[in-house]
């Protein structure tokens, strides 16, 4: 049976949901954050400086720089890489430190949970190779289940990984 729906769906549904569960799109979930003003080019990437820079490369930080107003200070924010599909969860300031970063901040969804979502929607994008990836994430169904339900699937995925990583 089918969950209600804050959008409007159509057949193209990926799974049956539970009753109390909505289907949902990132854009009725979340807002986006940054923009030019706050990225920096890689030649201005420091060793060492007071904020980190986070772009859609493997790495969590590529460098540091010291530029105050150039800083991403709304928290926590989920970071989806445009040409790599790198997804990042991102809870302390920092800077933009490349083009083809998307920034999200969750807004009535718990914020770890959008982040595993995400890590599973971008997982199964269509490779495109260096090509943008955005704009299919953008039209990708979002199970939504209540808030607490929320909390509780994340706090399990953490406790099912802190448990493979011990062994």
């Given at each position: 049976?089918?969950?209600?729906?804050?959008?409007?769906?159509?057949?193209?549904?990926?799974?049956?949901?539970?009753?109390?569960?909505?289907?949902?799109?990132?854009?009725?979930?979340?807002?986006?954050?940054?923009?030019?003003?706050?990225?920096?080019?890689?030649?201005?990437?420091?060793?060492?400086?007071?904020?980190?820079?986070?772009?859609?490369?493997?790495?969590?930080?590529?460098?540091?720089?010291?530029?105050?107003a150039k800083v991403i200070k709304d928290?926590?924010?989920?970071?989806?890489?445009?040409?790599?599909?790198?997804?990042?969860?991102?809870?302390?300031?920092?800077?933009?430190?490349?083009?083809?970063?998307?920034?999200?901040?969750?807004?009535?969804?718990?914020?770890?949970?959008?982040?595993?979502?995400?890590?599973?929607?971008?997982?199964?994008?269509?490779?495109?190779?260096?090509?943008?990836?955005?704009?299919?994430?953008?039209?990708?169904?979002?199970?939504?289940?209540?808030?607490?339900?929320?909390?509780?699937?994340?706090?399990?995925?953490?406790?099912?990984?802190?448990?493979?990583?011990?062994?």
């Amino acid at each position: 049976r089918l969950g209600k729906s804050i959008i409007e769906i159509d057949e193209h549904i990926p799974f049956n949901i539970p009753e109390s569960w909505d289907w949902t799109t990132l854009d009725f979930v979340s807002y986006s954050v940054g923009n030019r003003a706050n990225q920096v080019q890689s030649k201005e990437i420091l060793k060492e400086g007071c904020y980190p820079v986070v772009s859609q490369g493997m790495s969590l930080v590529d460098g540091y720089v010291n530029d105050d107003a150039k800083v991403i200070k709304d928290l926590p924010v989920i970071l989806f890489g445009d040409h790599t599909r790198n997804v990042k969860y991102i809870d302390f300031p920092f800077v933009i430190g490349a083009d083809g970063t998307k920034l999200h901040k969750a807004i009535g969804v718990y914020p770890q949970y959008l982040f595993l979502w995400m890590l599973h929607a971008a997982n199964a994008l269509r490779d495109r190779g260096y090509a943008r990836h955005y704009s299919l994430l953008r039209k990708s169904y979002i199970p939504l289940p209540p808030y607490k339900e929320q909390i509780r699937i994340v706090k399990k995925y953490d406790t099912v990984l802190a448990s493979i990583m011990s062994r």
